[in-house]
């Protein structure tokens, strides 16, 4: 199974797009023109903007870029992207809006920046951003919500330098991104700051502290459904009847204390093992079943504003277990053994190291403890 790419990574590729009809002549026609652009007028460089309405937001962008078709990526967080595809340098200045489920619940937003700066320092140069170095972040409340703006620069494939600003909106349930990149020569300061300020959110907003579980625990149906497709490689995704119960048990998702872990132990169907969940998942989208095994594998991300874990256990019978739980397994290792209670998201299959492919179920987990 290849290793999870998160949500924010995945909207960033759209920050490395470049246009395909370029030629040299054209390339040194275009170094020269931005030589000669820093002698325009302000009021000659002024940009013409259109209105972007979405659902529940809507942002300015510059008239003359083009909207982004991005059904093929198939990431549902992106809910709008333009670029400028007008320009015939090898990078094309863009911006999206991406709405993704908090898997926290955090409402700090330089928490989110730091995250992303680990994972671009990381990982980046998997998502064409190589060399990627943090310019700076800044408070920019959105109204009387906290937010703010990271900043920073990176290698693009094509040997363009560029700028990617993102504004973080972050609430108890979801956290707004909007994403801009630009050539280093053609960074717009004032373009870009009348864009952040254009934005728009009409549906309301949560922002409040929380303490214990809850907060970790509000959006735990949306974050397995937002997480499925990747974890699966976009092979299968979650049912409506599987979201609803992991709607209706928020409270268990993790079981981090001695009463919840007390709580989802009685949930259990003993009944249910893992070679049912083998023969037809779909019968056990609503049962919580417990599966004890070798921990083969066990990874943690912490790029989404908290740890959480995947874990991947084979039981006595040789059945492979994939368990997403929004929490760190503590000490878990590889080698180990451990239980592992939750609810059954779907069966799938992953490319094993021997070639062939292994067949599995991915659980949204609940409780994982090791034996």
């Given amino acids: 199974m290849k290793k999870l790419i998160t949500i924010l990574a995945l909207a960033t590729l759209l920050s490395a797009c470049g246009n395909s009809e370029t030629n040299t002549t054209t390339n040194s026609q275009t170094t020269e023109a931005s030589k000669a652009t820093e002698t325009v007028s302000t009021e000659a460089k002024a940009t013409k903007y259109t209105t972007y309405n ?3 937001f809507s942002f300015a962008y510059p008239e003359s870029w083009k909207s982004v078709d991005t059904s093929q990526m198939n990431v549902p967080s992106i809910k709008a992207a333009f670029s400028d595809q007008s320009s015939s340098a090898t990078f094309a200045d863009n911006m999206n809006l991406t709405i993704e489920a908090s898997s926290t619940g955090s409402i700090n937003p330089e928490e989110y920046a730091n995250n992303i700066v680990d994972y671009y320092t990381q990982n980046g140069s ?5 060399d990627y170095k943090k310019t700076s972040y800044t408070n920019k409340p959105y109204k009387e919500y906290s937010a703010g703006v990271l900043e920073g620069a990176y290698k693009h494939t094509s040997g363009t330098d560029v700028v990617l600003v993102q504004y973080l909106i972050p609430t108890n349930t979801e956290l707004y991104t909007m994403t801009l990149t630009y050539a280093k020569d ?3 300061q004032d373009e870009i700051k009348n864009i952040l300020d254009s934005l728009s959110i009409t549906v309301p907003l949560e922002q409040t502290a929380t303490t214990g579980n809850t907060s970790a625990t509000a959006s735990a149906a949306d974050f397995f459904n937002e997480l499925t ?4 490689e976009d092979t299968a995704f979650m049912e409506q009847a599987s979201y609803d119960f992991f709607g209706k048990h928020n409270d268990v998702f993790p079981a981090i204390t001695a009463e919840l872990s007390k709580k989802v132990q009685g949930l259990v169907d003993s009944n249910v093992t893992t070679r049912h969940l083998n023969k ?3 019968n056990y989208y609503n049962t919580f079943v417990q ?7 066990v990874e943690e991300d912490s790029s989404l504003g908290a740890t959480f874990s995947i874990v991947h256990v084979m039981d006595e019978n040789g059945n492979d277990i994939i368990a997403l739980y ?3 397994t503590g000490d878990l290792l590889d080698g180990d053994y451990a239980t592992v209670i939750g609810a059954p998201i779907t069966n799938f299959s ?3 190291v021997g070639g062939g492919y292994t067949n599995a179920t991915l659980i949204g987990a609940s409780l994982v403890v090791a034996d």
Avoid at 291 to 297: A, H, R, Y
């Fill in 54 to 56: 979405g659902e529940g």
């Fill in 126 to 130: 998997s998502i064409g951003i190589s």
């Fill in 186 to 188: 053609t960074y717009n």
């Fill in 229 to 232: 497709p990747y974890i699966t």
């Fill in 280 to 282: 037809n998942v779909a």
């Fill in 291 to 297: 599966v004890n095994g070798e921990v083969i594998s």
């Fill in 326 to 328: 929004p929490a760190t």
């Fill in 350 to 352: 992953f490319e094993n």
